[in-house]
C-alpha cells in the first residue's frame, strides 16, 4: 500500500464518503437531482457506519479476509436474495471494497467476495401464492417480539420528528433528518416482519425423521479437508444468525445440506474455493 494512505477502517471510509460527495451544488442540477444525490449519499454513510460497527472502526485494513467478508455478507443477506434492502446494502459494500482496492488501501481485493443475490423475478399474477416460510418456534417467537417492539418506536420517534420540526431553520436541522430516517427504516422493517409472518409456517422440529436435514434440523459436519467439525441449525433467511451458528437454507451451506441425510457428503462453494463436507449427525 501506498504511504500516507488510510490504515484503519473508519480512515478509509472516511475517504470514500468525501470521495462521492457532489463536488459541488451546481446550479444547473434540479431539485430532483439533487435529492437522488442526497439520498444516495445518505444510504452510503447509513451502510458504512453499520459495517463499522460490526467490524470496529479502528480495525486495521490489512486484518480485513474474504472469510471475514462473506461472514459479513451473509450476516446481511442470509441467502435473501428477493430483499432489495439486503442487495442494496451489499451493493454499497462492494462499491467501498472496489474504492478502497484501487486506492490501494488493501492487500488483496476483496470486493469479489461481497456476493450479491440476483433478484428473482417478480411474480406475475397477483393471485399468485406467498412464498412460503417455514420458521422455527423460537424464530416464530422472536420475530412477534421484535415486531410489538418495532412498533412501540412508533409513537416516540414521531413525537421527536415533531419537537425537531418546530426548528424553523430546517436547512440545518440534524436531529430532524435523523429522526425521520429512524422512523423510515422502523416503517420498512415492520411492514417486512408482517410480510414473514404472513406467510410464516410453524415447523414442529420434534416430528418426522432426524436423519434428514430440514429446517430446525441441527446438523454436524466434518470438514474432509481439514477434519475440524462444524455445528450449524438450519432456518430460514429471516432467523438466519451465523455468530450463533444458524444459516439460512439458501445460504451457501444451508441449500447444499437440505433434504440431504446422515453420512452424505456435499461440495460447498465460498469465496475461498470449494469445500467438502460430511454430515456426521442430525437432531431434531
Known amino acids: ?12 471510509m472516511t475517504a470514500y464518503r468525501a470521495s462521492v460527495k457532489p463536488k459541488s451544488k451546481s446550479k ?14 445518505e444510504t452510503i454513510t447509513r451502510e458504512l457506519h453499520r459495517f463499522s460497527r460490526w467490524c470496529g472502526p479502528d480495525r486495521e485494513l490489512s486484518s480485513l479476509s474474504p ?4 461472514e459479513y455478507t451473509e450476516r446481511v443477506s442470509g441467502g435473501a436474495g428477493t430483499d432489495p434492502q439486503a442487495v442494496e446494502r451489499l451493493q454499497v459494500l462492494r462499491g467501498f471494497l472496489s474504492y478502497a482496492w484501487k486506492k490501494q488501501m488493501l492487500p488483496e481485493k476483496l470486493a469479489q467476495s461481497v456476493i450479491v443475490p440476483k433478484r428473482k423475478a417478480r411474480q406475475r399474477a397477483r393471485g399468485d401464492a406467498a412464498e412460503r416460510v417455514e420458521l422455527t418456534q423460537q424464530g416464530h417467537a422472536r420475530l412477534k417480539k ?17 419537537r425537531a ?27 417486512e416482519i408482517e410480510a414473514s409472518l404472513r406467510a410464516a409456517v410453524v415447523v414442529d422440529s420434534s416430528s418426522g425423521s432426524s436423519s434428514v436435514v430440514r429446517i430446525g434440523s441441527r446438523v454436524s459436519v466434518r470438514d474432509l479437508g481439514t477434519g475440524r467439525e462444524s455445528v450449524y441449525t ?28 446422515l453420512g452424505d457428503k456435499i461440495e460447498v462453494e465460498t469465496p475461498r474455493g470449494t469445500t467438502r463436507y460430511e454430515i456426521i449427525e442430525v437432531s431434531g
Open 234 to 261: 438450519l432456518v430460514d433467511r429471516t432467523e438466519s444468525n451465523p455468530l450463533e451458528g444458524k444459516i439460512s437454507d439458501i445460504s451457501p451451506i444451508g441449500k447444499m445440506i437440505v433434504r440431504k441425510s
Open 28 to 41: 444547473s442540477k434540479s431539485t430532483e437531482q439533487i435529492e437522488v444525490e442526497t439520498e444516495r449519499i
Open 67 to 70: 472469510a471475514l467478508i462473506g
Open 146 to 162: 421484535q415486531l410489538d417492539d418495532l412498533k412501540a418506536e412508533r409513537g416516540p420517534l414521531a413525537a421527536q420528528i415533531q
Open 165 to 191: 420540526a418546530a426548528d424553523k431553520d430546517v436547512r440545518e436541522n440534524a436531529p430532524l433528518e435523523a429522526a425521520r430516517e429512524q422512523l423510515g427504516l422502523v416503517e420498512s422493517r415492520i411492514r
Open 1 to 12: 500500500m501506498k504511504s500516507n494512505t488510510p490504515t484503519t477502517l473508519m480512515e478509509a
